[in-house]
């Protein structure tokens, strides 16, 4: 049976092409929006489940959702530069600068002004997204659509 696997905030659920959910769950809001990002693309997750039965390599290897946004890549690695630029590589080979300085504004996210702090940004354990230590974080579909090729 065509299928998916979903998990998010460490709950997983598993649900056919047709939207019916045989195992598992996530919060209803989440589900909503895996639905309808699931009728958008049915055509293409049909053509990559043939794909895999067929023991060939998928275009779709993981899927992520974030803030309601699907983002395919997996953040491998994240290094500072200057001018509050980070550095993102990506599973997909690609690396991207991503300007934080629009950011960095309040009393909260403006600390990431301070060169010291920003440099402490951390990858999180699973390359879904970064944050620093006082928990400020950018949204992964963010860093990833704005951020630019190199």
């Known amino acids: ?44 997750l049909e053509a990559n489940w043939r794909l895999l039965s067929a023991g060939e390599n998928s275009s779709i290897a993981s899927i992520r959702f974030n803030r309601g946004t699907a983002v395919a890549a997996k953040i491998m690695s994240v290094e500072t530069r200057n001018d509050l630029k980070l550095l993102l590589s990506y599973s997909t080979g690609e690396s991207k ?7 960095a504004t309040g009393s909260w996210f403006g600390e990431l002004k301070d060169p010291f702090y920003f440099a ?3 990858l999180l354990s699973d390359g879904s997204g970064i944050e620093w230590p006082d928990g400020q974080d950018i949204a992964p579909h963010e860093l990833y659509e704005l951020g630019v090729e190199v």
């Open 97 to 103: 600068i991503f300007d934080a300085a629009p950011y």
């Open 1 to 44: 049976m065509p299928h998916i696997h979903v998990e998010y905030s460490g709950e997983e659920a598993v649900v056919l092409l047709d939207d019916t959910v045989i195992e598992g769950s996530i919060p209803k809001n989440k589900m909503k929006l895996l639905l309808a990002w699931m009728e958008i693309h049915h055509d293409e």
């Open 120 to 122: 402490k940004v951390r």
